[in-house]
């Protein structure tokens, strides 16, 4: 068995703070996107965004330049914690079922990255809740992040600091689940035909795959998670009563495409999350040797 190496969680956590900072504003849209048009939510009721370059433009000029990183804070605290987690499990595991690299295979590698997905998922949860509140209200929602953190705290409790915790693991055992092995197993298939190196150009055709996959896969749960996330309590009780709840009443009152609200700045935000991120990775990876 191959000894603990810390150095996937360092440089999981540095490269995902760099792709997040990086493609942000797109992860924004897509939240305003994704919460707007909700039928039994009279605060989110209005379509006011045709499209995700409609949202940037509208939400630059009608809240500020500042407003494109509302909810910035929590979103690097929560890659500095998700993504230092999940890239140091999925390592820390395939090196546990597999000690080469080149023995791994898909069976192990999704097995993995699940694993990987739902531990770090539910640990930081705190944060991506955080970081939606903030995303979603802009500046109506006032305050900074430790200002709003024990808001939350005070009116909700800590079951507020988790709600959507159930749809996040899921959203993350999928995304991470095909992510990862898809990233892994493209690059080893590149360089083991001799059609690409190790290179840089590697790197980017297997992390905009990997993207591409992760948001077609995603992009419904990504939907419920946001709402059940920003919702708060409606006179004593919540829109939705589950993943499920929010699931059937997206289907029935707006439509099946309403689960993939959201998707291009979904999938333009993965896919150049992905290659920030594995280009960032690759690169930390070849310092260190």
Same mark, same amino acid.
């Given at each position: 068995?191959?000894?603990?190496?810390?150095?996937?969680?360092?440089?999981?956590?540095?490269?995902?703070?760099?792709a997040?900072?990086?493609?942000f504003?797109?992860?924004?849209?897509?939240?305003?996107?994704?919460?707007?048009?909700?039928?039994?939510?009279?605060?989110?009721?209005?379509?006011?965004?045709?499209?995700?370059?409609?949202?940037l433009?509208?939400?630059?000029?009608?809240?500020?330049?500042?407003?494109?990183?509302?909810?910035?804070?929590?979103?690097?605290?929560?890659?500095?914690?998700?993504?230092?987690?999940?890239?140091?499990?999925?390592?820390? =595991?395939?090196r546990?079922f597999?000690?080469? &690299?080149? $023995?791994?295979t898909?069976?192990?590698?999704?097995?993995?990255? +699940? %694993?990987?997905?739902?531990?770090?998922?539910?640990?930081?949860?705190?944060?991506?809740?955080?970081?939606?509140?903030?995303?979603?209200?802009?500046?109506?929602?006032?305050?900074?992040?430790?200002?709003?953190?024990?808001?939350?705290?005070?009116?909700?409790g800590?079951?507020?600091?988790?709600?959507?915790?159930?749809?996040?693991?899921?959203?993350?055992?999928?995304?991470?689940?095909?992510?990862?092995?898809?990233?892994?197993?493209?690059?080893?298939?590149?360089?083991?035909?001799e059609?690409?190196?190790?290179t840089?150009?590697?790197?980017?055709?297997?992390?905009?795959?990997?993207? =591409?996959?992760?948001?077609?896969?995603?992009? &419904?749960? $990504?939907?419920?998670?946001t709402?059940?996330?920003?919702?708060? +309590? %409606?006179?004593?009780?919540?829109?939705?009563?589950?993943?499920?709840h929010?699931?059937?009443?997206?289907?029935?009152?707006?439509?099946?495409?309403?689960?993939?609200?959201?998707?291009?700045?979904?999938?333009?935000?993965?896919?150049p999350?992905?290659?920030?991120?594995?280009?960032?990775?690759e690169?930390?990876?070849?310092l260190?040797?």
């Amino acid at each position: 068995m191959a000894t603990f190496d810390w150095k996937p969680f360092l440089f999981g956590g540095l490269a995902s703070m760099t792709a997040e900072f990086g493609t942000f504003p797109i992860d924004l849209t897509k939240t305003r996107l994704q919460v707007q048009g909700q039928t039994i939510d009279t605060q989110h009721s209005m379509l006011r965004y045709r499209g995700m370059f409609h949202a940037l433009y509208r939400i630059g000029q009608e809240e500020g330049f500042r407003a494109l990183y509302s909810g910035g804070g929590p979103a690097l605290l929560r890659q500095a914690s998700y993504g230092t987690i999940k890239f140091g499990v999925y390592n820390t =595991l395939k090196r546990y079922f597999v000690e080469r &690299p080149e $023995d791994e295979t898909l069976t192990v590698n999704v097995l993995c990255a +699940v %694993i990987a997905g739902v531990v770090s998922s539910s640990i930081a949860n705190p944060t991506d809740v955080l970081k939606i509140r903030m995303q979603a209200q802009g500046k109506k929602l006032p305050g900074g992040m430790l200002h709003n953190f024990v808001d939350i705290y005070q009116k909700e409790g800590t079951r507020g600091l988790w709600r959507g915790v159930v749809p996040t693991a899921q959203r993350a055992a999928v995304v991470v689940g095909v992510e990862l092995p898809v990233y892994d197993m493209i690059k080893k298939h590149l360089i083991a035909s001799e059609l690409m190196g190790d290179t840089v150009s590697t790197h980017f055709v297997a992390s905009f795959s990997c993207g =591409l996959a992760g948001a077609i896969a995603s992009n &419904p749960i $990504d939907v419920v998670r946001t709402r059940m996330m920003n919702q708060r +309590v %409606i006179q004593g009780s919540f829109l939705y009563k589950s993943t499920l709840h929010c699931f059937l009443q997206t289907w029935r009152t707006e439509g099946s495409l309403a689960l993939y609200k959201g998707f291009w700045p979904n999938w333009l935000r993965l896919g150049p999350w992905n290659i920030i991120f594995f280009i960032t990775f690759e690169q930390l990876k070849r310092l260190a040797i």
